[in-house]
Nanobody, 115 residues
């Protein structure tokens, strides 16, 4: 069983920066992949970014060049580094992890981009 605990959401000004964290607890030796998804009001949940155990990344076109998804395998932690957020990035962000073939989700954290 894996539990994902997210932190770091909140209010950020357009053009600022924000970092979300996701820590996995449990008897874990390798999560592959990690991911971040988001869901804005009235919209479906969408992929933001993923990273595999060997560091291969994939980003949604809308965030490419602005967001990054670093991870620390030893700490079972992944982050979403948001640089230059825009109002359209406002959403609830969910951490995702696949472990031993099972999908796990965090509880979600609200990110609001507004001046």
């Amino acid at each position: 069983q894996v539990q994902l605990v997210e932190s770091g959401g909140g209010l950020v000004q357009p053009g600022g920066s924000l970092r979300l964290s996701c820590a996995a607890s449990g008897s874990i030796f390798s999560i592959n992949p990690w991911g971040w998804y988001r869901q804005a009001p009235g919209k479906q949940r969408e992929l933001v970014a993923t990273i595999t155990s060997n560091g291969n990344t994939n980003y949604a076109y809308s965030v490419k060049g602005r967001f990054t998804i670093p991870r620390d395998n030893a700490k079972n932690t992944a982050w979403l580094q948001m640089a230059g957020p825009k109002p359209e990035d406002t959403a609830v962000y969910y951490c995702y992890a696949k472990y031993l073939g099972y999908d796990y989700w965090g509880q979600g954290t609200q990110v609001t981009v507004s001046s």
